[in-house]
């Protein structure tokens, strides 16, 4: 099984910048790709950002220009860099990964809230 480890979260005034992380353990291996989820209260989830190993990424559109997502060089850790940072960005920022063995986002880590306000 991938446990996943976020860090980074916090307040950040609008325009300014975050960079969130995520540290995969346990079955790293299987991992085919790894995303950046996000949920605002009354919302649903929605992807923000995913990353594959080949290095293939995708991005929502509300977002594109603004996050950048990266791995790490040990591969297992994968970076949300995020600027031009706006109120609506508010919300909790879930890591999440797809194994080669499920082929979905089955594994999430714990979240972490990210304030965009002044």
């Known amino acids: 099984q991938v446990q996943l480890v976020e860090s980074g979260g916090g307040l950040v005034q609008p325009g300014g910048s975050l960079r969130l992380s995520c540290a995969a353990s346990?079955?790293?291996?299987?991992?085919?790709?790894m995303g950046w989820y996000r949920q605002a209260p009354g919302k649903e989830r929605e992807l923000v950002a995913a990353?594959?190993?080949?290095?293939?990424?995708n991005y929502a559109d509300s977002v594109k220009g603004r996050f950048a997502i990266s791995r790490g060089n040990a591969k297992n850790t994968v970076y949300l860099q995020m600027n031009s940072l706006k109120p609506e960005d508010t919300a909790v920022y879930y890591c999440?990964?797809?194994?080669?063995?499920?082929?979905?986002?089955?594994?999430w880590g714990q979240g972490t809230q990210v304030t965009v306000s002044n």
């Open positions: 999440a990964a797809r194994t080669i063995i499920s082929g979905t986002y089955d594994t």
């Open positions: 346990g079955s790293a291996f299987t991992i085919s790709a």
């Open positions: 990353i594959t190993s080949g290095g293939n990424t």
